[in-house]
C-alpha cells in the first residue's frame, strides 16, 4: 500500500512525465509513476507511432523501465491524463500487462492531481490470465 507521501510524489513524477508524451496523432497525453516494493519510482509517457499499433502506453513503458533495471515488485501505479470529466484508467493491454506483475493498487489521477480514483490490478482485470495459469494442471487428451 502506498502511503500518502509515496502517492503524492508518484502524482508530481506522472504529471511530470506527461508533459513529455510524444503523441502528434491522438494527442491524448498520458504519464504514468510505477512504485516499486522498495519505494523506486519508474515513470512513463505515452509514445505514438505513425504505424499505430506499435504504440506504447505510458503504464507499459514504466513496467518495461522498471523491468530492465530489475524491479518486478510493485505496490502501486499512477495514471494521469489531460480529460476533466471522467477518470481514464489502464487500457485492456495495460491491464493484462500489470496483471503479470500481481496484484497492486491502481490510482487514476485527473489534472487537478486531487481527484483521484483508486482501484486495484485485481479490479481492473477481473479473472484476468496470469502467471499461475500457466502452471494450472492440464489434461492430457
Known amino acids: 500500500m502506498a502511503s500518502q507521501e509515496e502517492l503524492n510524489k508518484m502524482i508530481k513524477v506522472a504529471s511530470d512525465a ?20 522498495d519505494g523506486t519510482i519508474f515513470s512513463g509517457c505515452n509514445v505514438e507511432n505513425g ?6 502506453c505510458a503504464e507499459r513503458t514504466a513496467y518495461t523501465k522498471a523491468v530492465s533495471e530489475g524491479h518486478t515488485k510493485y505496490k502501486a501505479i499512477v495514471v494521469t491524463t489531460d480529460v476533466e470529466d471522467r477518470f481514464i484508467t489502464p487500457c485492456g493491454a495495460c491491464r493484462q500487462f500489470g496483471i503479470e506483475f ?7 489521477v485527473k489534472p487537478d492531481q486531487k481527484t483521484i480514483h483508486k482501484t486495484s490490478t485485481n479490479e481492473l482485470l477481473p479473472g484476468g490470465f496470469g502467471p499461475s495459469d500457466l502452471e494450472a494442471p492440464r489434461s492430457s487428451q
Not at 504505424?51 to 506504447?56: C, D, H, R, V
Not at 500481481?102 to 487514476?108: K, P, S
Open 18 to 37: 506527461k508533459s513529455k508524451a510524444y503523441c502528434p496523432y491522438s494527442h491524448f497525453r498520458v504519464g504514468a509513476a510505477l512504485l516499486c516494493e
Open 51 to 56: 504505424s499505430y499499433g506499435l504504440t506504447i
Open 102 to 108: 500481481g496484484n497492486f493498487e491502481v490510482y487514476c
